[in-house]
């Protein structure tokens, strides 16, 4: 049997990144996640990836670097995440309950889908690295789309 890839966005502004709540399935409902979806047969992780966030998200993406971990969701799926820079479109929760902005500090308290906190110790590096706000200014932590 083929295995079925399901792939994931990493969707990082400043030191923010993207998550979103499943509203589905039951078991899954509530927890967080990075937002995709499966691969169709013969199409290509980065295809699959710009689909999904277009019809998850309504938002248009270029596909970045793969994250280091390859999760295993059972003997013939495969979780593949890669950072995605937003090119187009407006974020909206399509297919999910809540959007929200995070930053590096707040993603060990997010109740995570369970795949995907494989990708929190590389998520939590690059969000910091990329972390130059001074949070004693007046300006700090700032989300994207705020002033």
């Known amino acids: 049997m083929p295995n079925q890839i399901v792939v994931a966005g ?3 502004v400043g030191p923010n ?3 979103a709540q499943r509203d589905r399935p039951a078991a899954l409902a ?12 013969g199409e290509s992780d980065a295809a699959a990836l710009t689909r999904e966030l277009d019809e998850e998200l309504g938002v248009e993406v270029t596909v970045g670097a793969q994250l ?8 013939t799926t495969t979780l593949r995440a890669f950072r995605v820079t937003q090119t187009g479109g407006t974020l909206q929760p399509r297919d999910h309950r809540a959007l929200r902005w995070v930053t590096a500090d707040e993603l060990g ?3 995570w889908v369970p795949a995907d906190r494989a990708w929190l110790p590389e998520l939590t590096a690059v969000l910091a690295r990329r972390d130059g706000v001074d949070r004693g200014s007046s300006g700090g932590d700032r ?3 705020t002033p």
């Open 109 to 111: 308290a997010l109740d």
């Open 10 to 12: 990493a969707l990082i």
């Open 17 to 19: 990144l993207l998550v």
């Open 30 to 41: 509530g927890l967080w996640e990075l937002p995709g979806g499966k691969a169709a047969p």
């Open 143 to 145: 989300r994207p789309g």
């Open 68 to 75: 280091s971990a390859e999760v295993a969701l059972g003997e």
